[in-house]
């Protein structure tokens, strides 16, 4: 599946590191989603993004920052981090709206991200 | 609040047997439910969605899953297991209004495949 494509696909950061994460789809959707897997815990939906706009923050610390814009694109910014943040960060996008849906959505295959 | 519990966080079955992995879901409306797959090192792929047509839905790899809303069940079936199963999947669920594509996740089951 190329539809979702997530760089880079692992990524070792220290605490006082910065580092973006990056997503892009390829299949003409408008909403676009970060989730956090960690191991043994259900999948945590982080933002959700409609046409460019924000419209879901599941209280993720604000050292997590999304950035999309347009589209096609969706970043997610990092400082600070812990090493409890470690986990597999899962970008998805779907063909949704607000008045329709929703639809299945399509994931990437991850960024692996280990905090030191 | 809508939410989804996977009963068992792991299933072994043997190579040919039957596969059913159990989803039980809690939503105020009628929902959408969907199966995810996912293998090691990978994202989540769709294996199949219900959303109102049929009640016994078809998907991908020879998976099935029928809806029962008595039973608020959605559960996952293949007929004969193949190696290439192992995998851990995940049941989500979605009301059917104005929720701009949020799905809620089950905690995931872990299929091993034995030969």
């Known amino acids: 599946e190329t539809g979702v494509t997530q760089t880079p696909r692992h990524l070792v950061m220290g605490m006082t590191n910065k580092k973006s994460l990056k997503c892009e789809q390829h299949?003409?959707?408008?909403?676009m989603y970060w989730y956090k897997q960690s191991a043994k815990k259900p999948l945590e939906l982080m933002f959700v993004?409609?046409?460019?706009?924000?419209?879901e923050n599941n209280s993720v610390p604000s050292r997590f920052s999304p950035e999309c814009p347009n589209s096609s694109h969706l970043f997610l910014h990092l400082h600070t981090l812990q090493p409890e943040d470690s986990a597999l960060y899962l970008c998805?996008?779907?063909?949704?709206?607000?008045?329709?849906?929703?639809?299945?959505?399509?994931f990437g295959p991850g960024t692996r991200l280990t905090v030191t | 609040a809508q939410s989804v519990t996977q009963l068992g966080s792991h299933v072994s079955v043997s190579e040919g047997a039957l596969v059913l992995l159990r989803c039980n879901y809690s939503?105020?409306?009628?929902?959408?439910l969907f199966w995810y797959v996912q293998y090691p090192n990978q994202g989540l792929q769709l294996l199949l969605k219900?959303?109102?047509?049929?009640?016994l839905v078809k998907g991908i790899n020879g998976f099935e899953a029928e809806f029962k809303k008595s039973e608020t069940s959605f559960h996952l079936t293949k007929p004969s297991a193949h190696m290439s199963d192992a995998a851990e999947y995940f049941c989500?669920?979605?009301?059917?209004?104005?929720?701009?594509?949020?799905?809620?996740f089950g905690q995931g089951t872990e299929l091993s495949v034995k030969p």
């Open positions: 998805a996008s779907s063909q949704d709206t607000p008045r329709t849906g929703p639809y299945e959505q399509y």
């Open positions: 299949l003409g959707h408008n909403a």
């Open positions: 219900y959303t109102s047509a049929a009640t």
């Open positions: 939503s105020s409306v009628p929902p959408y």
């Open positions: 993004y409609n046409f460019k706009e924000q419209t």
């Open positions: 989500a669920v979605s009301e059917r209004i104005n929720q701009g594509g949020k799905l809620i």
